[in-house]
């Protein structure tokens, strides 16, 4: 059942001890430059923006002493999905879309229009998702839950004067994060439950999509219902523990910034509005 091992391509939400330079340095800066790549990802919409933006990201990988294969374990189930959107981009991507851009046409039937700036759209959407799945794949990778919730509390924390629940939002997101390699767990046991009772799961062809989405609908409901249970036992514990918010809460991990961390955080803004300033010819 090596097609059902979900959890091991899941990579996202996971922590690895390995005690390397990033996973030294403050969750507060980790996260300010996480949110600052991401921007010049998102704006960067050139072959040679997004391929400098592939060398930097993937030079953190060693950076950060994770094997390169882990680290791309988590693009494997995503693969297809990422092949069907670019076809799509580049079969109906029509240059009244491309924003007064020189689109050469490929092909031209009816409703379907294959130009150029339907095949970069589809190259440089690739490209990013390759981008983020692996920078957020590093940020889990070298921040435990701890450091992501004081981290991200500690950043918003200058909008609680307005009332805004820092401290309520940061623990949301960060158990949210956490969960995702627990409920993926949770559906490989699922699945290898159904399979183990006569169930076909459409395991016979990866590339078949709407048998393995008609076989995977019946997955939806046990996950969902494994994941409210999991809620449920969460919130008990919370409240055994008297949990009431983060008013007037200390914090047993106090987080003190080094040079260090100034240095590099100042490379990654300087990367950053570089990325976002900059013009690429292509």
Not at 14 to 40: C, E, N, T, W
Not at 145 to 152: I, K, P, S
């Amino acid at each position: 059942m090596d097609e059902f091992e979900i959890s091991r391509n899941i990579t996202i939400g996971q922590y690895l001890a390995l005690g390397s330079f990033i996973h030294k340095m403050d969750p507060r800066v980790k996260l300010l430059s996480f949110v600052l790549l991401v921007a010049a990802i998102t704006f960067s919409a050139t072959y040679t923006a997004n391929a400098v933006l592939l060398f930097v990201v993937f030079a953190l990988v060693p950076l950060s002493k994770i094997p390169l294969r882990y680290a791309l374990s988590g693009l494997k189930p995503a693969i297809p999905i990422v092949l069907l959107l670019a076809a799509l981009q580049i079969i109906f991507y029509t240059s009244a879309f491309a924003g007064g851009q020189n689109c050469i046409s490929f092909f031209r039937w009816g409703p379907i229009d294959s130009n150029t700036c339907g095949a970069q759209l589809a190259i440089v959407s690739a490209a990013r998702f390759v981008e983020l799945l692996v920078l957020t794949s590093l940020l889990t990778f070298s921040t435990t839950v701890t450091e992501l919730t004081l981290g991200t509390e500690q950043l918003l924390s200058p909008l609680q004067r307005f009332n805004f629940p820092a401290h309520e939002l940061a623990l949301t997101m960060t158990i949210a994060l956490r969960f995702i390699p627990t409920l993926a767990e949770e559906l490989e046991r699922i699945m290898k439950a159904q399979v183990s009772r006569g169930a076909d799961l459409g395991q016979r062809g990866r590339w078949r999509f709407i048998q393995q989405t008609r076989a995977l609908l019946p997955l939806i409901v046990p996950l969902f219902l494994s994941a409210l249970r999991r809620a449920e036992d969460l919130i008990l514990a919370m409240e055994a523990r008297c949990y009431v918010g983060g008013k007037g809460r200390t914090h047993f991990l106090e987080l003190d910034a080094k040079p260090s961390d100034f240095v590099a955080l100042a490379m990654v803004v300087l990367f950053s509005v570089g990325m976002l300033l900059i013009r690429f010819p292509f």
